[in-house]
Every structure is written in C-alpha cells, then in structure tokens.
C-alpha cells in the first residue's frame, strides 16, 4: 500500500526539482544572457546593420534618401581617387608594419641582454607608446616644418639639404612612417621580449657547447622560438595600420593634395567634408570586408607559427 504512494511522493519531488532547475536555467539567461545580446545587438549588431542599409542608398544630410541598391558600390570601383585610396592605404600599412617589427625585433634582442641600467633604458624606450597619437602628431607636426622644425636643423648639422617632408608628395608618405615606427616600435619590442623571456635556455645553452656562432643560434633556435611572439606583433600592427586616421589627419589631413589620402582619410571627408552618407557607407563595408580578409589572413599565418 505504502509503495505507490511513495513512489508518488517520489515523482513529485522529482518533478518539483526538475521544475525548479528549469526556472534557474530561465532565471540565469534572463538576468545575464538576454542583456548582454541586446547590448551586443545595441552597439555591434544595429550599427552595422545600419550602415549596409545607408550604403544601398543615395543619402546626402538634409535630403531624403533614395535607394540606389549596389550603385555606391559601383561607383566606388570606377572612382580613380579611391583606388588610389587602397593603394597608398595598403603601401602606407606595408611600411608601418615592417619598420617597427624588424626594430622592435632589434630592440628586443638588445634588452633581452644583460647591461647597466637595463630597466631605466627599458622604461625610456616605451615612453612614445604611452603618449596620445594626436599630442604625438602635432609634435611631429612642428618638427617636420621646412623652416622651423628641427629635422631639417639636424639635416642641416650633418651637411644634408633640407627636406620638405609631410609638405611634398613624395615625402609625405615615408614622413608619416617615420612617425609610425617611432611610436609602435617599442609594442612590439615588449611583445617579442616577452617571447624572448618564455623561451627555453637549454637549446641556446646546447648550441653555445657545440660552438655555434651567434648568427646561427639567431637564425636557428631564437628566430622559431619567437616567431608565434613576432606573429602577434605582425597581426597587431596590420590592423592597427590599416584603420590608421588620427596620425595622420592630425598632421596632414591627407595632403598635401591627396598624397597622404588613405581609405580612412577618403571615408571621413565623403561623410563630412562632402555628406554623402550613402556613399561613405559603402566605403566602410568595403573596408571592413578588406580587413576582415586580412586579419584572417594574418590569424592563418599565426597559426602556421606555433611550435611544432
């Protein structure tokens, strides 16, 4: 008689609890899942939503919008000064990612080293990486004055003519480099460093016994052991480039003409300068795709260098 109606008993506590789990699995993604969707709905999702919507339109302040679906886009492709855009955009990141890896990579292995005062001298080099882009660039913007800066003062000290830098189409592009590996140089030297730092003794100990030449065990052990480290740094630093405006609106504001005109500097003045949203839409849909593309490109080649 007592066994039904416990078992009874039974499946009601079962069933309570299995209710009671189901309301804290409720609870849970109520009170911390659903708010974080709509936040990431909020200021991920609907932003860009939004600008693929303004990108199939003909949309200029003040006037009303006319849907023009892939004309922007088109435009874009027949537009002689945005590919020009592209062009100075992809040689400006291939310089501002290749100075600052191969000195940072320098500057790594110098530190790495055991001399006097290594942690002050540490502490010196990352100064211009502390430093705001802007407050950094309107100093170099002063220093790269024809007349009045002082690079041409030093020029002028070692017997050089002077230069017109960031004021010369030819020049404009390697000043604002300079200005990028000066500042980005020492984010990569920590990042290598630490590499250096994680890296096992035994093998640069092992080769030392076996005589090898510091150029080998560079080439041979240090190199592989640190290349995950320097991927990072190269991943890093691409996509930082890429997307590069404030440096160099703040010096240049593309000029002079529209020598120093990258894909950032072409989209702000569209949207700003000449209110053609539709248009500037269209540019950062494409520009995101373009560095969506190569930071899986760069995350494939960071894979390919871990350690085996």
């Not at 936040?39 to 003909?58: E, K, N, Q, R, Y």
């Not at 002689?80 to 500057?107: E, H």
């Not at 830098?165 to 920590?190: G, H, K």
Request: aromatic letters at 14%; charged letters at 10%.
């Amino acid at each position: 008689m007592s066994t039904p109606a416990a078992a009874a008993v039974g499946g009601a506590i079962r069933a309570r609890r299995r209710a009671g789990s189901s309301y804290r699995r409720r609870d849970k993604y109520l009170r911390f899942v659903l708010p974080a969707l709509v936040v990431i709905g909020a200021v991920i999702v609907f932003p860009w939503v939004f600008t693929v919507f303004m990108s199939l339109h003909d949309w200029q302040v003040a006037s009303p919008r006319v849907w023009v679906g892939l004309d922007n886009y088109a435009n874009l492709a027949g537009d002689a000064r945005f590919r020009a855009a592209v062009v100075r955009t992809f040689v400006y990141t291939l310089f501002a990612v290749a100075l600052p890896v191969l000195f940072g990579v320098l500057a790594a292995l110098m530190f790495h080293q055991e001399f006097p005062l290594r942690g002050f001298f540490r502490g010196v080099f990352i100064l211009p990486m502390i430093a705001t882009p802007v407050a950094i660039s309107l100093v170099w913007a002063m220093m790269f004055h024809p007349q009045l800066g002082v690079l041409n003062f030093l020029l002028s000290r070692v017997g050089l003519p002077p230069s017109l830098w960031v004021y010369a189409p030819d020049t404009v592009i390697p000043s604002l480099v300079l200005v990028e590996t000066w500042q980005w140089t020492p984010l990569v030297m920590l990042i290598v460093l630490g590499g250096l730092a994680a890296m096992p003794t035994e093998p640069l100990e092992s080769a030392r016994i076996d005589g090898a030449g510091g150029w080998r065990m560079f080439w041979d052990i240090t190199l592989p052991l640190t290349l995950p480290f320097i991927m990072v740094a190269v991943v890093l630093r691409t996509i930082d480039a890429l997307k590069a405006f404030d440096t160099i609106y703040a010096i240049t504001q593309g000029g002079p003409g529209t020598a120093s005109e990258t894909v950032n500097i072409y989209l702000y003045l569209q949207a700003f300068n000449f209110f053609q949203i539709g248009r500037a839409s269209a540019v950062v849909v494409v520009f995101f795709a373009v560095i969506l593309a190569c930071s899986f490109g760069m995350l494939y080649l960071r894979q390919r260098a871990r350690w085996a």
